[in-house]
């Protein structure tokens, strides 16, 4: 699981960096530089918080649903059960990653509009400056 947040965060920073580069802010004028802290915008805001307990309840909701079923089928039925709630589960999986990405995504282009920031970086890159934006972040996330 650890390496699957290490994978999404890589993934996130990958995203933002792009999505900064391709909307020209440099271009702006706004030599400003601001820094999000993804792995705290991820454990402490109330909106990703509740879009991954969706994905444990039904998570939970389709293990249960098979292990219910399991008495009353055969082993090859509830492999192929089991191998079916697993691909819904990843699917479920990677629209409520989508979510989270579009929401962090959104409130970081807003939060660096209102501060008037040019570029901004994930902080486990930055040795030292720049304006930390994740408390804004946070707050426009709930």
Known sequence: MFHKKIKF???????????????????????????LNVEKVMAESPKVKGLQDQLNNRGKELSDQLEKDKASISAEEYQKRQEAAYGEFLKIKQDLEN????????????VA?????????????????????????????Q
């Open 9 to 35: 965060s890589l993934f996130l920073i990958a995203l933002v960096a792009f999505a900064v580069l391709a909307s020209g802010c440099g271009a702006s004028g706004n030599n400003l530089v601001g820094v």
């Open 99 to 110: 979510q989270i990405d579009n929401s962090i995504k959104q409130t970081l282009e807003q």
């Open 113 to 141: 509009k209102e501060k008037k920031i040019g570029v901004v970086l994930y902080k486990n890159g930055v040795a030292q400056g720049g304006i930390d934006i994740t408390e804004d972040v946070l707050k426009k996330m």
